[in-house]
């Protein structure tokens, strides 16, 4: 599969390890940096995607808001996705029979007015819902007090430079690799932003989260490669 990311948030959170760590499946671990655990809610506007041996203007556009642990696994840096959101009812479908992306359908608002970027998120408990606002009017380069990355190039370098996604099934691991642009990010600043997935929900307890930074970036091509399965490793006794 392939699409464009014409906008795209990733909204950094820490936590304690354990709070990430009972979350995922062995042998997939937390990958820890400066003693937390860190996730990101990537919140995009997709569009054309598609089968890449489908040509261009066959595919369809649709908004998503992805929950992406950062993970390794068998010694390799990735990502293990918690839940997925979409508004297009074709794309949980597809994305539920053929990937481990949990996708669940909802009513996404997700765009830009007069500088500021909108985003809402409707989902049918409640449960994920979002309601944000960030402003892209004026993009900056130097992490925000809150964050604990020195600089820019150290923030990209471990919330962005991440080219798997893993998961299990029974006996094995699998694991889906990416092909993509480079990530030309940059700070932005949140507008009274409310995640209700990552703040009381049977996930994420209330207040066991921290914002650390939001990225911003635009135009990414990414393509998905076909899922890898390996056979999980005997524990030693």
């Known amino acids: 599969m392939e699409t464009i990311f014409k906008s795209c948030f990733l909204v950094n959170l820490g936590m304690e390890p354990d709070v990430l760590s009972r979350l995922l499946p062995d042998p997939i671990k937390p990958d820890v940096h400066n003693g937390e655990a860190f996730l990101s809610i990537v919140i995009s506007d997709l569009h054309d995607m598609r089968p890449t041996f489908f040509p261009k203007g066959f595919g369809f556009n649709f908004s998503q808001i992805v929950y992406r642990a950062i993970v390794t696994c068998n010694g390799e840096r990735g990502v293990h996705f918690l839940r997925s959101d979409a508004d297009s009812r074709i794309m949980c479908l597809t994305g539920n029979l053929f990937s481990f992306f949990h996708f669940n359908h909802a009513k996404i608002l997700n765009y830009q007015d007069n500088g500021m ?121």
């Open 117 to 237: 970027h909108r985003v809402e998120v409707r989902t049918a408990r409640g449960e994920a819902d979002i309601t944000a606002n960030y402003d892209v009017s004026e993009l900056c380069y130097t992490p925000p007090e809150s964050s604990v990355f020195k600089n820019i190039q150290d923030a990209k370098e471990y919330f962005a430079e991440l080219y798997v996604a893993f998961s299990t099934l029974p006996g094995h691991t699998t694991a889906v690799r990416i092909d993509r642009t480079n990530w030309d990010v940059s700070y932005v600043s949140d507008e009274k932003a409310n995640y209700a997935f990552m703040d009381g929900s049977s996930f994420f307890p209330e207040d066991s989260t921290r914002l650390d930074s939001i990225f911003y970036v635009e135009d990414l091509f990414y393509h998905w490669h076909t899922l890898e399965k390996s056979k999980l490793q005997a524990a030693a006794i």
